[in-house]
């Protein structure tokens, strides 16, 4: 079956009567113009903190807590059905979510019992969110006409055994998706899948990491061999920056999956990190477009893009981060050293943001998570006790909170003196910068700076390098 699209509807877009009406209305809109729509859906916009903090809460032994919210989390969803079904059509669902719920209560109470929550009992909590969604958005989708079937992933995708943050399987993820959805598609039925969702070999629910809705439609999308994945929010497309923080943004028509895979690495919020790995290899693109400005054409992101004018395309910014930096001038022709730290780092389970090491060899510096420097600091103090003794190694230093800012865009390549323009743009401002990593793919360039000039170095840069060049 050819001509299918997948269009996965975000929190903000399933979060309320109107947001549900928006969407549904979308996919009404374009039921005639595809050979198949497949629905990916998120759960409404804060239901998902809301599970986390039952769950919080149940550890805790808080009993009455959970329970309150147990009932907040059934209000904001019985709302929906009474304002938009009658009591025999709300009926059913009703009693579909409270058996949700009921499930939900049971593991809270295993949860104050034990004291702990496990890795597989809360990807189990946070999942309710996505398969309680799906009823409701299938079931509207039939009100307005459309043929719908809420299907839940975990018979779809399935994926490792590394609860909270599992990896899809996709030979047997794609045996099964076109076993399940393709003969609905055929039907004329929309099949409303549950985002963020998987299951392992032998049927254990897992999810994709937080946000994983994204990730969930380009893995349907790759199996099922779609045309196109869109991705609908609550902004006009993929910004050259954080509106919050940068005035003068603007939306990026075009976008290669290289400039986006390095946007969501270093900090962008539109997609989940890992959502274009599915597609790439098939070339599928990837649109991200509005909900509620749905005649927007929104970002493309493909293999490929349109020769454009400027040398850059994005500043992102990852905060909350540290920089560790191991320095001695005993460390210089020792082999070895580089290896034993991350190796080090490895074992505390810690991400390397970007890494940087003198010439001379006499220090290495790397960029951490902050709330993970004290841990990676005793590690390594531990695993160079003898160098430190010996004074070959003089200091295991922590800095923080720093920022690592990235400049990104595919036209930095062929294009000279990008990095001196950044630089002259943060030494006019007084910026210090701290660290300095270009990729040898040369795709981004990243700089650490202090966590309070993180704001105004974005504007500088984004001013300089972006908006100067666009209206060059």
Not at 83 to 93: A, H, L, M, P, S
Not at 197 to 218: E, N, Q, W
Not at 352 to 368: A, R, T
């Amino acid at each position: 079956m050819k001509n299918i699209v997948v269009m996965k509807f975000g929190g903000t877009s399933v979060g309320s009567v109107v947001a549900l009406e928006t969407s549904t209305s979308i996919v009404e809109k374009h039921i005639d113009k595809w050979g198949g729509i497949i629905v990916v859906v998120s759960a409404m916009s804060g239901v998902t903190n809301m599970l986390l903090e039952c769950a919080n809460k149940a550890e805790e032994g808080e009993i009455k807590s959970y329970e309150m919210i147990i009932d907040e989390i059934r209000q904001k969803h019985f709302e929906v059905l009474t304002t938009v079904f009658q009591n025999d059509e709300k009926k059913q669902i009703e009693t579909e979510i409270d058996t949700l719920l009921t499930e939900l209560k049971s593991i809270c109470y295993s949860i104050n019992i034990m004291g702990e929550i496990t890795p597989r009992g809360l990807d189990v909590i946070v999942s309710l969110g996505e398969r309680m969604n799906a009823k409701i958005f299938s079931a509207i989708l039939r009100k307005k006409g459309v043929l719908s079937e809420a299907i839940e992933a975990t018979k779809l995708i399935i994926t490792n055994n590394n609860f909270q943050n599992a990896s899809p399987i996709l030979n047997q993820s794609e045996k099964n998706t076109k076993k399940i959805l393709l003969p609905l598609l055929e039907k004329g039925i929309v099949p409303v899948v549950t985002g963020f969702i998987g299951a392992t070999t032998d049927g254990k629910l897992t999810t994709l990491g937080r946000g994983g809705s994204d990730f969930s439609a380009s893995i349907l999308g790759a199996c099922i061999d779609a045309k196109e994945v869109w991705t609908w929010t609550d902004v006009d497309g993929v910004m050259s920056a954080d509106p919050r923080v940068v005035s003068n943004t603007s939306v990026i028509p075009e976008l290669s999956f290289i400039e986006v895979g390095e946007m969501a690495y270093f900090g962008a919020k539109v997609l989940h990190p890992k959502t274009i790995m599915p597609i790439i290899d098939k070339n599928i693109p990837l649109f991200v477009k509005n909900t509620f400005n749905s005649d927007y054409p929104g970002t493309k992101i493909t293999n490929k893009v349109s020769k454009r004018a400027g040398k850059a395309t994005a500043v992102s910014v990852i905060k909350n981060l540290s920089i560790i930096t191991i320095a001695g001038k005993g460390m210089m022709g020792v082999t070895g050293i580089a290896a034993r730290t991350f190796a080090t780092v490895a074992r505390t389970q810690s991400n390397v943001v970007m890494i940087s090491q003198s010439s001379s060899e006499q220090s290495i510096c790397f960029v951490i998570p902050e709330n993970k420097a004290a841990q990676v600091v005793e590690e390594l103090t531990l695993e160079f006790q003898r160098e430190l003794d010996r004074n070959d190694i003089s200091a295991i230093i922590e800095r923080n909170p720093i920022s690592v800012i990235s400049v990104i865009g595919e036209g930095m390549r062929e294009t000279p003196g990008v990095a001196g323009e950044i630089f002259t743009a943060l030494g006019e401002s007084k910026i210090n910068v701290i660290l300095i990593a270009q990729g040898s793919s040369e795709y981004s360039v990243s700089f650490a700076v202090e966590t309070d000039q993180a704001n105004l170095a974005m504007q500088k840069v984004h001013k300089k390098i972006i908006e100067n060049h666009q209206n060059s």
